[in-house]
């Protein structure tokens, strides 16, 4: 278990995976030599790790979807191992109120048929699927509050992320990276934290000019540099995923209101309903919350079901349920 100054070092890493040792110092108060010692030891550890994505709905043609598959009991590890495998799949876990596994999946939507009716219905095991377009998005991972800093320290360690956010609606001028930016990209992926010098020799370009490249990737939330960890590393063991059928007209506002919660490390729209993936302490919190959000006037039901395995977690692909170590600067 962390204790309070990990807890919070991770937190800033959630905000913000590239922050230097001494801003994350000076925002939580603390020596920089102190953080950036606890700091390495939890990278080292394995216990957070912090990667870097292209944003899917920006770069190239994909549209995001959420994917739920059906199958026998004893194919469902199989399947949830099969879908973290592919590349167009972002996070892949089992529930634990059905045989299910479910996704976040993108893909252009003209290879929607192909996706269900080829390479899925040909996997061992499925017994149905559905796909739901998530059309509008109200959190990130990269955007998580856990209750763990103040608002204003997360503030203070980046910007808001609506850029991320508004990025994430479909827009006429999508670009695929250029060969020096999709470089950079692979150069991050899995070494977030990489330093200028070490992006500088592997792309061949200044520092200067890799800096200006990657502030503005990651501004125009094109790319984002986050850890990854499981969230009981911050004492938070119990995930759920979250359905909310929304009043006609509300979905939005019941969007904002999941959104600001320090429970809520995703959540997305589709039709009149909210998606949620929450983490809290233990279930007596998963009924606190269940009581809360049955208070909004906008909501007229939940369903819920917990997570019972994850296989894959912001594009990292977990081995045996466990998060992989990574080599970090």
């Known amino acids: 278990m962390l204790d309070d100054l990990d807890r919070q070092i991770t937190a800033a890493l959630i905000r913000n995976g590239r922050a230097s040792w001494r801003q994350i110092a000076e925002v939580l108060g603390q020596q920089e030599r102190t953080v950036a010692r606890r700091g ?3 990278l080292a550890s394995g216990e957070v790790r912090v990667h870097a994505l292209a944003n899917p709905t920006v770069v190239g043609e994909n549209d995001a979807f959420l994917l739920r598959v ?5 194919a469902v590890r199989p399947i949830g191992e099969w879908l973290a495998q592919r590349e167009d799949v972002l996070w892949a876990s089992a529930l ?3 045989s299910e596994c479910v996704a976040e999946v993108f893909v252009p939507i003209e290879r929607i048929g192909a996706l269900l009716y080829e390479e899925l219905a040909a996997v061992d095991g499925v017994d149905g699927f559905t796909v739901e377009p998530l059309v509008r998005y109200y959190r990130t991972v990269s955007g998580w509050r856990p209750d763990v800093l103040e ?3 997360y503030q203070a360690l980046a910007v808001d992320e609506d850029a991320a956010l508004a990025s994430q609606r479909r827009r006429p001028d999508r670009a695929v990276l250029d060969e020096s930016n999709a470089a950079l990209v692979g150069l991050l992926r899995g070494r977030g934290r990489a330093t200028l010098e070490e ?3 592997g ?3 200044s520092k200067a000019t890799v800096g200006r490249r990657l502030d503005a990737l990651i501004r125009s939330g094109a790319l984002f540099v986050r850890a990854v960890l499981d969230p009981a590393t911050l004492g ?8 909310l059928t929304c009043a006609p007209g509300s979905r939005d506002a019941v969007g904002a209101t999941v959104a600001a919660l320090p429970t809520t490390r995703w959540s997305a729209g589709t039709g009149e309903r909210v ?3 929450s983490a809290v302490a233990g279930l007596p919190e998963l009924g606190e919350l269940f009581e809360r959000l049955h208070a909004h006037d906008g909501i007229r039901s939940i369903r819920s079901s917990l997570y019972a395995e994850i296989y894959k977690r912001s594009s990292t692909v977990y081995a045996g349920g466990i998060l992989p170590p990574a080599e970090q600067s």
């Open 40 to 42: 390495k030891r939890l």
């Open 70 to 74: 059906f199958a026998r009991p004893s």
């Open 96 to 98: 634990a109120g059905a």
């Open 151 to 153: 608002p204003e320290q």
């Open 199 to 201: 992006l500088s020799a």
């Open 203 to 205: 792309v061949g370009a």
């Open 236 to 243: 938070y063991p119990v995930e759920s995923l979250l359905d």
């Open 275 to 277: 998606l949620v993936q």
